[in-house]
T-cell receptor
Framework: KAGVTQTPRYLIKTRGQQVTLSCSPISGHRSVSWYQQTPGQGLQFLFE???????NKGNFPGRFSGRQFSNSRSEMNVSTLELGDSALYLCASSEGTGATEAFFGQGTRLTVV | GENVEQHPSTLSVQEGDSAVIKCTYS??????FPWYKQELGKRPQLIIDIRSNVGEKKDQRIAVTLNKTAKHFSLHITETQPEDSAVYFC???????????FGKGTMLLVSP
């Protein structure tokens, strides 16, 4: 069974630009959650998608958005990038029905300059 | 919303010693508590989890205990080895869904 795949692995963007990150979950998993990981704040929840619908959302500004496609692949978008958006962005896939193990991708390292 | 506090932030032990990491949570509705290990440059990986209807769970050298009344749970690693060195995160599942609220992590260093 293939694991969770995130692309790209690394990104360098300039302040003010926008960026789109992609996550392909484990086959059969319908839930994809996104997390921002920084040294100071640890792992912070961004949002969760289940069957193409946003089911839960964390405390991030509206510049952070996402979507999920019918094949469960998910994308997150960050518009008007700020220096503080530099982080490792992780997605996690799970079955989504009740409390089950979440499997993480390797992450996308975003650097905003 | 849920808040998870984790202590200590760093923990240094000698090989063969035991290590204990403690977490508290705020939302009494949380019912799933996983622990993740993240090695440098790698993705977080689940090492053990516990559900709210269970007080303790063991898997070889790793155990987790849960006290629902006090809203805290702990990770116990016995006979530590250098390869146990990593950052460990506790988490709580809010409303039983896939959303996880994480503690800030504990850097465990096991010296030979």
């Amino acid at each position: 069974k293939a694991g969770v795949t995130q692309t790209p692995r690394y990104l360098i963007k300039t302040r003010g630009q926008q960026v789109t990150l992609s996550c392909s979950p484990i086959s059969g998993h319908r839930s994809v959650s996104w997390y921002q990981q920084t040294p100071g704040q640890g792992l912070q929840f961004l949002f969760e998608y289940f069957s193409e619908t946003q089911r839960n959302k964390g405390n991030f500004p509206g510049r952070f958005s996402g979507r999920q496609f019918s094949n469960s692949r998910s994308e997150m978008n960050v518009s008007t990038l700020e220096l503080g958006d530099s982080a490792l962005y992780l997605c996690a896939s799970s079955e989504g029905t009740g409390a089950t193990e979440a499997f993480f991708g390797q992450g996308t390292r975003l650097t905003v300059v | 919303g849920e808040n998870v506090e984790q202590h200590p932030s760093t923990l240094s032990v000698q090989e063969g010693d035991s290590a204990v990491i403690k977490c508290t949570y705020s939302d009494s509705a949380s019912n799933y508590f996983p622990w993740y290990k993240q090695e440098l440059g790698k993705r977080p990986q689940l090492i053990i989890d516990i559900r709210s209807n269970v007080g303790e769970k063991k898997d070889q050298r790793i155990a987790v205990t849960l006290n629902k009344t006090a809203k805290h749970f702990s990770l116990h690693i016995t006979e530590t080895q250098p390869e146990d060195s990593a950052v460990y995160f506790c988490a709580a599942s809010t409303r039983g869904y896939s959303t996880l609220t994480f503690g800030k992590g504990t850097m465990l260093l096991v010296s030979p």
